[in-house]
C-alpha cells in the first residue's frame, strides 16, 4: 500500500509522522465580528499547543434539512468574510464548494476547497476543484465505501490537483443515525492521501428534530480520540461560542470553551501514533 505523503497547507505539513492538523470553526459564517475572534481564538490556542490550524466555516450551505434552514451569506459576503479572516489572523481558510462554478472564485481567497459528503462522486464538481491547484479536502460520503474514494481521489488527480485529503465523517446506519467504521481511516490513509477525521458531523442524528439535523454533542470528545488514535492525521472540528444559538448544525458543535482541553489530549495521542509508526 502507498505511503499517505504529506500535504502542504499554508505552510505546514500535514499527513504521515507530522503533528496533528487542526481544521476548526463554526458551520457557517454568521457575525463578522463573532467569527473572527473565534478564528483568532482557535488559532491562538493551536499556536499555544505547536499544531498547524485552518479556519473552516461556509459561505453556503447547500445540504439542509428544511427549505427555511440558514443556509449562510452567500458568495459575495461570505468570501469577502473569509479573505478578511486570512488577512487579520494570518490562518489558512477551507470552505465548501457545491458546484464547478464556485471553485475558482473560492480559490481565489481560500486555501482548501471542501467537497461536501454528498457531492464526493461528482466529477464535474471534482474536476473543477482541481484545476484551481487548491488543496481540496473531501469528504467521504455517509453512503461510500473507504476503498471507492480511490475514484474521488483520482478525479482531482487528473485534473491537476495534487493536495488532496480524504475525510471520514461516520457512515449512515438505517435513517437517523451514524456510525464511525475507524478502519476506514487505514483504509483511506492506504489510498496514498492524508486523512481528516470529523468528529462533529459524525455525532450528527440527521433529521431526527423534525426541520433540523440534531446531534449527540458529548460523544465529540470520545469520537475525536478514537480517530486520531486509529491514525488520522487531522481533525476537523465545528467550534462556536454558544452552539445552542448558532445558525446552523447547533446540535453537532463543540463548544469554544471545550476546544483546547480536547485538542491537547489529541495533540498528545498524535504524538504516541507517530512514536508507534517509527
Known sequence: MPVAAPVTIADVLVGRGQPLFVIAG????????????????????????GLGYCFKSSYRKDNRTSGTSDRGPGADAGLALLARIRRETGVPVLTDVHAPAECAPAAAVVDV??????????????????????????????????EDMAHAVAKVAAAGGERILLCERGSFFGYRDLVVDFRSIKRMRDLGRPVVFDATHSVQTPGSTGAATGGVPEMIPLLARCGVTAGADAVFLEVHPEPVRARCDAA???????????VRQLARLRELHNQEET
Open 252 to 262: 453537532s458543535q463543540l463548544p469554544l470553551e471545550h476546544f483546547e482541553p480536547l
Open 26 to 49: 463554526p458551520c457557517v459564517l454568521e457575525d463578522p465580528a463573532e467569527m473572527l475572534a473565534t478564528a483568532a481564538h482557535l488559532a491562538a490556542v493551536c499556536r499555544r499547543l
Open 113 to 146: 476547497l471542501q467537497i461536501p459528503a454528498f457531492l464526493c462522486r461528482q466529477s464535474s464538481l471534482l474536476e473543477a476543484a482541481g484545476r484551481t491547484g487548491r488543496a481540496v479536502n473531501i469528504k467521504k460520503g455517509q453512503f461510500v465505501a473507504a
